[in-house]
């Protein structure tokens, strides 16, 4: 049973920084490309952020890119999110997710206001 466990999120003043953490289990993590993904209230689920099984390659959203770093630690079977530079337009529930994979996490609620 895939089970995905998101944490890290929180109430950040814009400007500020969170790091997201997704621990995985339940499948053999090495296998896949994990993604992290968000929805904001009254708006559809959105890609944020991809990483390829080894970690060698990344890919970002548009309005990410140059704030927010995904990598993963293989050893531990988590992927994280670094989020820089927060604006309120981030505020939403982040979720991870393994590529091809149906399964989601409950989610952590990021919060940027002032």
């Known amino acids: 049973q895939v089970q995905l466990v998101e944490s890290g999120g929180g109430l950040v003043q814009p400007g500020g920084s969170l790091r997201l953490s997704c621990a995985a289990a339940g499948f053999t993590f090495t296998n896949y490309a994990m993604s992290w993904y968000r929805q904001a209230p009254g708006k559809e689920r959105e890609l944020v952020a991809r990483?390829?099984?080894?970690?060698?390659?990344?890919n970002y959203a548009d309005f990410v890119k140059g704030r927010f770093t995904i990598s993963r630690d293989n050893a531990k079977n988590t992927v994280y999110l670094q989020m820089n530079s927060l604006e309120p337009e981030d505020t939403a529930t982040y979720y991870c997710?393994?590529?091809?994979?149906?399964?989601w996490g409950q989610g952590t609620q990021v919060t940027v206001s002032s």
């Open positions: 990483i390829s099984t080894a970690g060698g390659v990344t």
């Open positions: 997710k393994p590529r091809y994979l149906g399964s």
